[in-house]
């Protein structure tokens, strides 16, 4: 298994993409997103035939994504990838059509965290019920309890 | 998504119906709905709708300290709470870098593989339930998780919400009678796997429903992010016991069945083979088990003032074989004491995604089948 560093060179030189690296996670612009996503799949130095999770984060100045990447022919892993949004029309390419596991977890990042996939065949709230405003896991979501004093939890 | 031409002949027009199965039904192992679209009696297209039991279990996580959430991982899965006590145990201490002694990672290990068998007994009980056997399996499947619940009210106090895992260990040592009753318990557990063996694996009414039943292709099972035994049971080799060897698993020996057609027979059938490796870990452990500390240093030190426990700032992904698949949490930490982000991967959830591709072409009977074979738990699903 490759070292986060040398995986970042190698992307960088095969997908032509600026990658940053956050301790164990590649920064991917999302636009390149996608490409970087499926050179992963298919190379097999890599082989991540395996997405294991999909993670929408509020970070305030924007929203992220964390994708858990694996390798269940290698048996290698984690590869993380993590991309980057705005929070008011947040949109991120859809990793749906190289991963069918992508699905029902994207449309929970929809859901909970409002990050729009696009190109993801049925983007619909999976957990909130249908016409629900807000998007719950956002920091700035105001719940009923919130008078109430954490501490004493 | 595969194209169905109705069976409507020139002289003989005929219409789809689309029919609700649940949510307030059996079945459904809850409260889940399927959006079936019906040709006759065959299954042209199938939505699950789910949500009926969500309470935003991340949102409660990231409003309190990190240890606060240990009882509520509890109820993710509720047949399973050891192993999400452990799955979070597990990333909790990869974030915060915390040891964990050895005889607490047999004592995990003894707990992890005692609920393996409690979720696969009650699977397959449930599963027999879903085929029109009303109960007797089921209650045959009841009678052994009572011997292990006991087991589990004996240490932790609680029999099905067992909160007993701590960050660097358990929260208490084992009682001194616990080694002798599992013991005890892995000389007649073989005995009832046989008994169960003997009236299912071969009954031919099973084998009629289950066999070529909602096939489940090896390269479909990997893209969809299937795990456990679903992904076993359809000829894929990846157990993460064997892949990551977190804790001690690298210690013991034990096999990884794997299916060969993929249907709800083999996923049946994976799951009786499953037990029976369980009991090898368990018989293993048992032997083995040294004396020692059952929760480490700092860890108790955070366990009596949790919230004090401030991991330093970064992310963490722990993740473990659970009964029913991958269970992962993911952990954002920024420095304070309650998690900035917390993420539950759970296997139920994502093993849903096939749930249509499965049934497409089926009957509604073994659409309920296919369903039961997955293994959900709802508390896991809605979150």
């Known amino acids: 298994m490759k070292t986060t560093e040398e995986i970042k060179t190698d992307l960088e030189s095969k997908t032509g993409t600026s990658i940053t690296v956050q301790g164990e996670a590649l920064m991917v612009p999302k636009e390149k997103l996608f490409d970087v996503a499926k050179y992963l799949k298919d190379t097999p130095d890599y082989q991540m035939d395996y997405l294991s999770s999909v993670t929408g984060t509020d970070y305030k100045d924007g ?4 994708y858990h990447l694996y390798s269940i022919a290698k048996k290698e892993g984690p590869v993380v990838l993590k991309t980057k949004t705005d929070r008011e029309k947040g949109v991120v390419p859809s990793l749906t059509p190289l991963w069918r596991g992508a699905e029902f977890q994207e449309r929970e990042a929809y859901d909970l965290v409002g990050i729009h996939f696009e190109g993801h065949p049925d983007l619909r709230r999976i957990l909130m019920w249908d016409g629900f405003e807000h998007y719950p896991l956002r920091k700035d979501y105001t719940q009923e309890d919130q008078d109430r004093n954490p501490e004493q939890f | 998504m595969m194209e169905h031409t109705l069976i409507s002949k020139p002289d003989f027009d005929t219409q789809t119906l689309e029919v609700s199965l649940g949510p307030q039904h059996p079945s459904t192992h809850g409260v889940f709905r399927m959006n079936v679209v019906l040709d006759g009696e065959t299954i042209v297209k199938l939505k699950p709708v789910m949500g009926y039991l969500h309470r935003n279990h991340e949102k409660l996580a990231e409003n309190m300290s990190y240890l606060g959430s240990m009882p509520y ?15 979070y145990a597990l990333a909790v201490e990869k974030l915060a870098g915390i040891e964990v002694p050895e005889r607490a990672q047999y004592i995990r290990i003894i707990m992890a593989e005692l609920t393996r068998l409690v979720n696969h007994t009650l699977l397959i009980g449930f599963l027999l339930n879903d085929l029109g056997a009303f109960f007797t ?5 009841f009678r052994e998780r009572e011997k292990i619940l006991d087991l589990f009210e004996e240490v932790a106090g609680s029999r099905m919400m067992c909160n007993y895992f701590r960050f660097g260990g358990v929260k208490a040592d084992l009682t001194p009678d616990f080694l002798p009753r599992v013991k005890e318990l892995i000389q ?28 489940l292709p090896k390269e479909l099972a990997v893209s969809a992010s299937i795990t456990g035994p679903m992904l076993r049971a359809s000829g894929v080799p990846y157990d993460i016991r064997k892949v990551d060897h977190y804790s001690l698993y690298d210690r013991f020996k034990f096999r990884v069945p794997i299916g060969e057609h993929g249907d709800v027979y083999d996923r049946y059938y994976i799951r009786v083979l499953e037990m029976r490796e369980s009991i090898k870990i368990l018989d293993q452990a048992v032997k083995e088990i040294p004396s020692g500390d059952v929760i480490s240093k700092v860890g108790a030190g955070f366990a009596k003032a949790p919230r004090n426990f401030k991991p330093k700032a970064g992310e963490a992904y722990g993740r473990i074989e659970a009964p029913k698949g991958e269970l992962g949490f993911f952990v954002v930490s920024d420095g304070t004491n309650k998690p900035y982000r917390y993420h539950v ?3 139920s959830f994502i093993n849903l995604t096939i749930l249509e591709d499965m049934c497409l072409g089926h009957k509604v009977p073994d659409a309920i089948i296919i369903l039961g074979s997955i293994d959900i738990v709802l508390g896991e699903v809605d979150r």
């Open chain 1, 63 to 66: 929203l992220e994504v964390t």
């Open chain 2, 73 to 87: 991982t509890d109820r993710l899965d509720y047949i399973c709470s050891m192993t999400n006590n452990f799955a």
């Open chain 2, 137 to 141: 399996p089921v209650l045959y499947a």
């Open chain 2, 188 to 215: 007649n557990y073989p005995r009832f796997l046989d008994e169960f063996e003997a009236l299912l694996s071969e009954n031919e009414i099973l084998m009629a429903r289950t066999q070529k039943v909602g096939v």
């Open chain 2, 345 to 347: 991967r759970a296997p």
